[in-house]
């Protein structure tokens, strides 16, 4: 019904940046919200940031230095990620929640994009 195709991930040297994009296709009526989450070796899936309407919500250990944005006439989603640290290697995975045809809310999961912070 709805697919995500994450673009962006690779390998970034300390201080870097790097923009992930996320693009929502298929029987989308309307989109509530999207995301970002990440997932570290050995940890939880946790949230980066999120963007609901013009309303933005970041993890406190990326706020100030990553940037939520969305482009709605195309359902994409962006994350500009700058002074990249280690700490910030992980598998990044795009979230959205959306209206289908046949008026059902779901959330969807993009495949997940490595993030690799290292010099």
């Known amino acids: 019904q709805v697919q995500l195709v994450e673009s962006g991930g690779g390998l970034v040297q300390p201080g870097g940046s790097l923009r992930l994009s996320c693009a929502a296709s298929?029987?989308?009526?309307?989109?509530?919200?999207m995301g970002w989450y990440r997932q570290a070796p050995g940890k939880q899936r946790e949230l980066v940031a999120t963007?609901?309407?013009?309303?933005?919500n970041y993890a406190d250990s990326v706020k100030g230095r990553f940037t939520i944005s969305r482009d709605n006439a195309k359902n994409t989603v962006f994350l500009q990620m700058n002074s990249l640290e280690p700490e910030n290697t992980a598998v990044y995975y795009c979230?959205?929640?959306?209206?289908?045809?046949?008026?059902?809310?779901?959330?969807?999961w993009g495949q997940g994009t490595q993030i690799t912070v290292s010099s």
């Open positions: 979230r959205v929640t959306c209206t289908v045809v046949g008026g059902v809310i779901n959330t969807y």
């Open positions: 963007i609901m309407s013009s309303n933005t």
């Open positions: 298929g029987t989308i009526r309307s989109i509530y919200s």
